[in-house]
C-alpha cells in the first residue's frame, strides 16, 4: 500500500504543477467571465455610439419619437433641407437622414447613408415611424390616448401544459443551451484525461522503464495507482470550478442572472443534480479506464494518438448525439444511442436535462452504464500485466488480439 500512494503522489503532483493543467484550469473561467460580461462590453461601447440622424419632414410629430429614443438616435435639429443633410453626411457629421413624405395621408420614408445602413438601425427607425404615425391616426380619428392605449395593448397568452413534467419553451431554450455547454465540457475532459492517462502510461512503457518499476511493484498496483493520480486530478479541476461557481453564486445572489439560474434550477427534481455528477464521473471513468488499457498496449507515446483515434471518435460521435438529442430527444436513433455506455454520458444526460425520458429509463442507462465500466475496469487489470512487456508496432486490432494472448500466459 505504501508502494501505491508513492507512485499516486508522485504522479499527481507532478502533473498538477504542469503549466498545461494550470491552463486548463483557468480557461474555461476566463471564457465564462468574457461570456457573461460580454453584454455590458458591448453595452458600454455602444453607449456613446448613437446613430447621429437628421429629420426632414414638415411635421413635427415625425420627429417628436426619434428624439425621445435617445438610447439609439441623436437627432441634429438644425439641420432641415436636404442639400445641408447632403453636406453634413459627406463632412461625416452624419449617420443619415431620413426624409419623410406624407402625401393625402400615405406615409413613405427614404433613409440616406453613405454605406449599408445595419439592420437593427432600419428596425428602429420603423418603429420610431409608425409609433408617429399611429400617434398622427389617433388624432385624425379623434381617438383618446387612453382608448388608443386600450386598441394596441397586446393580449397576455399564457401556455397551460396539463403535463407536470414538462418545461416551458424558454426553458427549454436555456437548457438546450446548458447542456450543449455542458455536454463540449465533458467532450473537452474525455480528450484531455484520456490522452493524459494513455501518454503517461506509454512514456513509461516507452522508455523501458515500466520493467524497472514493475521489477519492485506489482502491475496491479502500478495501474491502480496511475489512475487514482489521474482521478484525483480529475476531482480536483471539478472541485475547482464547483468551489469558484458557488463562490460567484453567492456573491451576485441578488443579480438577474442568478435568479433565473435558480428559477431554471427550480423546475428539476433535486436528485437530477446527483445523476447528472453520475452520469458525467462514470462517463469520464470508463474514457480513462479504456485510455489506460490503450497506452499500455502501444510501443511508444508518438504511437498514442493512432491507437486511442477509435475513443476519440466514439466521444466526438456522443457530442454530436448529445446536440440531436438537445433538438430531437424522442428520436429513434438519439433513444438508443442514449443507452450505448461510451454514448450515455451525453446523450442520456441532455435527454434526462429536457425531461424527456423517464426516471425507469435514467437509472436503467446509469445501471449500464456502471455496469460497462466495472467491467472494463476488470478486463483492463486482465490485460494490464502483460500489455507492459508486449511492443508491438501492428495497429490496435492486432495488437489487441495479442494482448488477450499474453493474458492468458500471464494469469
Do not use: C
Request: no cysteine.
Amino acid at each position: 500500500m505504501n508502494k501505491f500512494w508513492v507512485i499516486t503522489r508522485q504522479v499527481y503532483k507532478r502533473r498538477v504543477k504542469t503549466k498545461s493543467f494550470l491552463f486548463s484550469l483557468l480557461f474555461p473561467i476566463l471564457i465564462a467571465a468574457f461570456i457573461v460580461g460580454l453584454p455590458k462590453i458591448i453595452d458600454y461601447f455602444d453607449s456613446g455610439d448613437m446613430t447621429k440622424i437628421a429629420i426632414l419632414s414638415d411635421n413635427e410629430a415625425f420627429i417628436a419619437p426619434f428624439e425621445k429614443d435617445k438610447d439609439y438616435f441623436q437627432v441634429k435639429t438644425n439641420i432641415q433641407t436636404e442639400e445641408s443633410a447632403k453636406k453634413a453626411l459627406s463632412a461625416g457629421k452624419l449617420d443619415g437622414y431620413l426624409k419623410i413624405t406624407d402625401t393625402e395621408g400615405q406615409i413613405s420614408a427614404v433613409y440616406t447613408t453613405e454605406e449599408t445602413a445595419g439592420q437593427e438601425v432600419l428596425s428602429r427607425i420603423t418603429t420610431d415611424l409608425t409609433a408617429a404615425k399611429v400617434a398622427i391616426k389617433a388624432e385624425d380619428y379623434k381617438i383618446t390616448e387612453a382608448q388608443l392605449q386600450d386598441i394596441t395593448s397586446p393580449v397576455p397568452v399564457k401556455n397551460h401544459v396539463e403535463s407536470t413534467d414538462q418545461l416551458t419553451n424558454k426553458q427549454k431554450e436555456v437548457m438546450n443551451a446548458a447542456i450543449l455547454v455542458l455536454t463540449l465540457l465533458i467532450f473537452i475532459f474525455v480528450m484531455s484525461y484520456a490522452n493524459i492517462v494513455a501518454s503517461e502510461i506509454a512514456t513509461e512503457k516507452g522508455t523501458r522503464i515500466m520493467e524497472v518499476i514493475l521489477s519492485s511493484v506489482t502491475a496491479t498496483t502500478h495501474l491502480l495507482a496511475k489512475l487514482t493520480a489521474i482521478i484525483l486530478m480529475l476531482l480536483t479541476q471539478i472541485g475547482f470550478y464547483a468551489v469558484v461557481s458557488i463562490s460567484v453564486m453567492l456573491a451576485m445572489k441578488n443579480t438577474d442572472l442568478v435568479k433565473g439560474i435558480l428559477d431554471q434550477l427550480s423546475a428539476f427534481p433535486p436528485y437530477y443534480l446527483i445523476l447528472n455528477l453520475l452520469f458525467i464521473l462514470f462517463g469520464l471513468l470508463l474514457y480513462i479506464i479504456l485510455s489506460a488499457m490503450v497506452g499500455s498496449m502501444v510501443p511508444n507515446v508518438e504511437t498514442v494518438a493512432q491507437f486511442i483515434y477509435p475513443l476519440t471518435m466514439l466521444s466526438i460521435l456522443g457530442y454530436w448525439g448529445s446536440i440531436a438529442a438537445s433538438n430531437v430527444p424522442d428520436n429513434i436513433l438519439v433513444i438508443i444511442g442514449s443507452y450505448v455506455p461510451m454514448f450515455s454520458p451525453m446523450m442520456m444526460l441532455a435527454r434526462m436535462d429536457l425531461l424527456s425520458v423517464s426516471n425507469a429509463g435514467i437509472f436503467i442507462s446509469l445501471g449500464i452504464l456502471i455496469l460497462t465500466t466495472a467491467l472494463a475496469f476488470l478486463l483492463t487489470l486482465k490485460l494490464y500485466k502483460g500489455n507492459v512487456l508486449l511492443y508491438s508496432n501492428d495497429g490496435l486490432v492486432k495488437t489487441l488480439k495479442k494482448s488477450f494472448s499474453y493474458a492468458k500466459k500471464y494469469n
